[in-house]
């Protein structure tokens, strides 16, 4: 099993970025699929973005490409969120999630989940 736990959240402009951490523990992070997930005001939690477990293959939801980037690096066991030009609509808890295998879009498919950390983006 894998435990994982988020960091970077705040408060930041609408234009501006936040980086976002999650270190994961345990001595096989390299065999876990990772993805950010966010809960938005309103609505159902919805993928960001996943990153394949040698880190070669990445995908991002559409209202994200070309602003967030998801890299890892699995000596350190940890991922990250990079989210540049943050728009209000961007608002969210923000979440790491690990599975064994390939890496998917879906919510279901995550079996080990980090605390989140709050994103908030100011008009």
């Known amino acids: 099993q894998v435990q994982l736990v988020e960091s970077g959240g705040g408060l930041v402009q609408a234009g501006g970025s936040l980086r976002l951490s999650c270190v994961a523990s345990?001595?096989?992070?390299?065999?876990?699929?990772m993805a950010w997930f966010r809960q938005t005001p309103g609505k159902e939690r919805e993928f960001v973005g996943r990153i394949s477990r040698g880190g070669g293959v990445t995908d991002y939801a559409e209202s994200v490409k070309g602003r967030f980037t998801v890299s890892r690096n699995n000596a350190q066991n940890t991922v990250y969120l990079q989210m540049n030009s943050l728009k209000p609509e961007d608002t969210g808890v923000y979440y790491c999630?690990?599975?064994?295998?390939?890496?998917?879009?879906?919510?279901?498919?995550?079996?080990?989940w980090g605390q989140g950390t709050q994103v908030t983006v100011s008009s």
């Open positions: 345990g001595r096989t992070f390299s065999g876990y699929a």
């Open positions: 999630a690990a599975r064994n295998g390939a890496s998917t879009p879906y919510e279901s498919d995550y079996n080990y």
